[in-house]
């Protein structure tokens, strides 16, 4: 097993396979946190936890001048007991007051992981392949128990860590913090990494020198967000793909949170992650608990690169779940770039002849099939069909579809209410809002207030009674604007800072019942694009539309930055038309196909539009895609080029056997008179011949790595070329 405990020195060790994770009891029922880095046998804590008298440094026992909880790492630290840096919880009392003690009380270990439901976490298919240590720690005055939970995968580099806390005693408490993870690194000499943005830009790369003080990002817009991921990483300075040490955290949650470095005046650096505290309170009646989401902590010495394969594969194999974490994902059309809202079923059948021509699998009928939707003025709530666009209603449709040899897919956005909908005009109190208080409207529309059962109970009928009306095959899960003015006209006043985590916790239960009613159903999240591009999103939905933005070369940097945590398998990727919606840039139909195709491949553009030539060229970019998905949905991604430092960018998918792999170059802007350049793959087997379809030749693999292959001249701006490769 990977967890033990040295009796003697009340140490706790926590093994993977190249990691170590250390902590200890201190005799004053305080858990120091020894380590977290590279495999090491043990641990002097000695080394660790040096006690020294400073100034303005208070002792919690004044006949111990060096103890002060503000000078020694800490596991899960508070506030108000001399440590003055950023606490992981607080939490108050009856009577008014936030000062709390927790202190070590009991531990258990056990092989496996228990779930966290209805919270989303990482889970084990086979009891041994984890262990998990639950930490008790208990304050008798407030009657507060404290449940630190550590699982450690023992294949992977990875500690998924999480939080319970109990109300044992008589009276009310109330969590007025509760993140789900605290590190204390004795040092700080890192840059941090996080992924930042906005709409139609999410998730690019941002790294900076960690500074004395708090740096950190965080949303309160209810949501993930296209602005900031929830993830963080200390990094050392300089560190690449294959090289530095790399600490990073990914919160399994698709609410509000933060995430935060605070670099201390003894140059230490606390690194944190959770619920956002801002504006979010949790009351705990007697004998009631509360669960903070998981966070998921990867280590790796050697680089982005590692750090990547290693959430990828976590989140592929023990995150995602349903018959598509191991099935092939279907090539699709997407109607909404095609036609808007201005459609009809001839249309639809239509662009579905000329998709299943082409060898698309799946057509996604998106926005406007419902109540009398003709612009984004209305009808959110009302899910039942549109005769006037749908006459013969959608089985019809989606039967038409099934003879051309089409799946059918839905859009569906529902989480929220038009205030023109009859639902809104039956239930004007079922969003959320505030009252006496204007209600603010993102895009028309107002958000359904899913703390409250039975709006979750209605919305989930309408949307199963469709579900069951027709084929269906996919479902598009959208969610397009953030939350203002949060509360609920069904909790009471000492509740209202619950809404927000209320609604995610309801929407995971909506998730959880949606996804296993029709478990042959693919579902794919999206919020305006990637705006929810989290862990919590993909325990339920394996894959999500990874931007709104669909021009290639705004895609290079956007799936680039997305790859750093999360698998290709769930990045939908779609070739549209040029000039491209967003950006309005032309580039050529093969790169967009190129970029398309390094994620969950589909077209969103009127293919009945297509001249011959075009339609000849997306064919074979289908048959393409059909014979490499194996190697994007469950192969190891090495990325090679960052588009975020020059004019370039490559990646390579290669099969876990390393006999097959799939690697991609894009040069942005041409160069005049360009040098001649060689791309050094990665991620082969040295050992091993390849054959480089195109090029026609067998290379060794170690050449392919350590000489590289030589990039055919480009011509034009936006280029791309892409190789097959299979050992001999
Ligand atoms: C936002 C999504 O990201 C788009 O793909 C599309 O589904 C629209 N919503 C429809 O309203």
Not at 201 to 225: N, T
Not at 276 to 299: C, H, I, K, R
Not at 327 to 334: A, D, S
Not at 612 to 622: A, T, Y
Request: charged share 25%; aromatic share 10%; hydrophobic share 35%.
């Amino acid at each position: 097993m990977g967890i033990n405990f040295d009796e003697k020195n009340r140490i706790f060790y926590l093994h993977a396979k190249d990691t170590s994770y250390i902590l200890q009891i201190l005799s004053s029922g305080y858990l120091a946190h020894l380590y977290w880095g590279k495999r090491i046998k043990s641990i002097h804590p000695e080394e660790m936890i040096r006690l020294v008298d400073r100034p303005f440094e208070p002792n919690p026992d004044p006949r111990d001048r060096g103890f002060s909880l503000d000078t020694i790492p800490l596991e899960y630290p508070s506030y108000g007991h001399t440590d003055f840096r950023n606490p992981a919880y607080q939490i108050q009392l009856e009577n008014g007051t936030t000062i709390t003690d927790l202190r070590y009380k009991n531990y258990k270990v056990y092989n496996g992981k228990p779930g966290l439901k209805p919270l989303p976490a990482t889970y084990v298919e086979n009891v041994n392949e984890a262990s998990t240590l639950e930490i008790e720690l208990f304050d008798e005055v407030a009657g507060l128990r404290a449940v630190l939970s550590y699982t450690i995968f023992e294949e992977l580099d990875v500690i998924a860590r999480s939080v319970r806390f109990e109300n044992t005693g008589s009276k009310k408490l109330k969590i007025l913090r509760a993140l789900s993870m605290s590190v204390d690194f004795p040092r700080a000499d890192f840059e941090m990494l996080h992924l930042s943005g906005a709409w139609a830009r999410e998730r690019h790369m941002e790294r900076r020198v960690l500074k004395p003080g708090m740096q950190g990002i965080e949303s309160r817009r209810g949501a993930s967000s296209h602005q900031h991921n929830p993830f963080l990483a200390l990094i050392d300075k300089g560190a690449d793909e294959n090289h530095g040490e790399i600490f990073a955290v990914n919160l399994v949650y698709s609410g509000n949170f933060s995430a935060q470095a605070e670099v201390d005046s003894y140059s230490t650096t606390r690194l944190s992650i959770g619920i956002n505290p801002f504006d979010f309170s949790w009351l705990l009646e007697p004998g009631e608990s509360f669960q903070t989401p998981e966070a998921v902590m990867v280590y790796s010495p050697e680089g982005f690169g590692r750090m990547s394969r290693t959430f990828h594969k976590l989140y592929r194999t023990r995150l995602c779940r349903g018959v598509y974490k191991k099935k092939e994902r279907p090539v699709l059309v997407n109607n909404w770039e095609a036609t808007y809202f201005d459609f009809n079923s001839a249309k639809i059948l239509e662009l579905g002849k000329s998709a299943s021509e082409l060898g698309i699998e799946l057509l996604v009928l998106d926005d406007g099939w419902f109540g009398n939707r003709d612009t984004d003025n209305s009808s959110l709530g009302d899910w039942f069909v549109d005769r006037n666009k749908l006459p013969e209603g959608l089985d019809h449709l989606a039967r038409g579809l099934g003879n051309l040899g089409l799946k059918f897919g839905l859009w569906f956005e529902p989480e929220m209410i038009s205030p023109n909908s009859d639902l809104y005009r039956a239930h004007p109190d079922w969003c959320l809002h505030v009252p006496e208080r204007n209600r603010s409207e993102g895009r028309n529309q107002l958000i359904l207030d899913l703390s409250r059962s039975e709006v979750c109970d209605a919305v989930t009928k309408m949307i199963k009674d469709i579900l069951s009306s027709a084929p269906i095959a996919y479902v598009k899960w959208d969610m397009n604007r953030h939350m203002t003015e949060i509360g609920s006209a069904a909790l009471p006043a000492e509740r209202q800072k619950e809404t927000a985590h209320r609604y995610m916790l309801n929407l995971y239960k909506m998730l959880e019942d949606m996804t296993s009613s029709f478990p042959e159903v693919l579902f794919e999240s999206c919020s305006g694009g990637g705006g929810r591009f989290d862990p919590g999103m993909l325990y339920f939905m394996p894959q999500v539309w990874t931007s709104d933005n669909t021009d290639a070369v705004e895609r290079l940097k956007i799936q680039y930055g997305t790859s750093l945590i999360y698998p290709l398998s769930a990045m939908g990727s779609h070739v549209s038309a040029v000039p491209n919606h967003q950006v309005f840039r032309s580039t050529p139909l093969e790169t967009r196909g190129m970029v398309a195709m390094s994620g969950t491949f589909g077209y969103e553009l009127d293919l009945t539009k297509m001249s011959d030539e075009e339609k000849r060229i997306v064919k074979k970019q289908i048959e393409m895609y059909k014979e490499i998905r194996h190697l994007i949905q469950f192969g190891d991604f090495y990325r090679l080029l960052n588009p975020f430092e020059s004019n370039e960018a490559a990646w390579i998918f290669v099969s876990e056997d390393k006999t097959e792999a799939f690697a991609a170059y894009f040069s942005v802007l041409a160069i005049p008179n360009p040098p001649l350049k060689r791309l050094r793959l990665d991620g082969l087997d040295p050992e091993k011949d390849y054959r480089v379809e195109g090029i026609g030749k067998v290379f060794g693999g170690d050449e392919l790595m350590n000489s590289g292959l030589a990039i055919p001249e480009l011509q034009g701006d936006f280029q791309g070329v892409v190789w097959r490769l299979r050992s001999m």
